[in-house]
T-cell receptor, first 112, second 115 residues
Framework: TQLLEQSPQFLSIQEGENLTVYCNSS?????LQWYRQEPGEGPVLLVT?????EVKKLKRLTFQFGDARKDSSLHITAAQPGDTGLYLC????????????FGKGTLLTVNP | SAVISQKPSRDICQRGTSLTIQCQVD?????MFWYRQQPGQSLTLIAT?????????ESGFVIDKFPISRPNLTFSTLTVSNMSPEDSSIYLC????????????FGPGTRLLVL
């Protein structure tokens, strides 16, 4: 059973379009992190959200943590080819010694 | 954040051999972890590298196959032993920097191909 369900698994869009990636669970997390990974590289941290209902913005990226701290979303406005990559959500549970559980990832391709 | 380096960055190995991967951080960290990312897949936690003591392994991973050392706060090694083609993966170390909770930073990864 996948603890963190991430959707969609694949997404191919045109430059300028908007998109949303979802990360859902039946479990409560103390924090949730979003990473982007490009081919041949390690995951790069985009944001950490820790408070239920929290919204964080990073330029064209908007991250939201659900009120119950069970789900999160990543919204990209006016996607650009440079946004292409594998987007991963990962949750940490209180008392888990900082261990992360990863979703399966969303492979985003933004076509020029 | 923390600057993390891994050596080697990639390798091609013969089945039955072993490879040791090094992870070095430029600052003190609270926790160090090792992950595996199989082709086209997400990340799976192998173990927590504990300083000066045996690593804590996740279900499905054992010390004989993946021995881990962490002699100090900023350095760890992962050995992939008696390799088979199924061990072909990206191996990643990650750290939780001292004083920064709830956040892990990843190294660039080691790409391993076993023939």
């Amino acid at each position: 059973t996948q603890l963190l369900e991430q959707s969609p698994q694949f997404l191919s869009i045109q430059e300028g379009e908007n998109l949303t990636v979802y990360c859902n669970s039946s479990s409560v997390f103390s924090s949730l992190q979003w990473y982007r990974q490009e081919p041949g590289e390690g995951p790069v941290l985009l944001v950490t959200v820790v408070t239920g209902g929290e919204v964080k913005k990073l330029k064209r990226l908007t991250f939201q943590f659900g009120d119950a701290r069970k789900d999160s979303s990543l919204h990209i406005t006016a996607a650009q080819p440079g946004d292409t990559g594998l987007y991963l959500c990962a949750g940490a549970k209180r008392g888990s010694n900082y261990k992360l559980t990863f979703g399966k990832g969303t492979l985003l391709t933004v076509n020029p | 954040s923390a600057v993390i380096s891994q050596k080697p960055s990639r390798d091609i190995c013969q089945r039955g051999t072993s490879l040791t991967i090094q992870c070095q951080v430029d600052s003190q960290v609270t926790m160090m972890f090792w992950y595996r990312q199989q082709p086209g897949q997400s990340l799976t936690l192998i173990a927590t590298a504990n300083q000066g003591s045996e690593a804590t392994y996740e279900s499905g991973f054992v010390i004989d196959k993946f021995p881990i050392s962490r002699p100090n706060l900023t350095f760890s090694t992962l050995t992939v032993s008696n390799m088979s083609p199924e061990d072909s993966s990206i191996y990643l170390c990650s750290v939780v920097p001292a004083g920064i909770q709830e956040t892990q930073y990843f190294g660039p990864g080691t790409r391993l191909l076993v023939l």
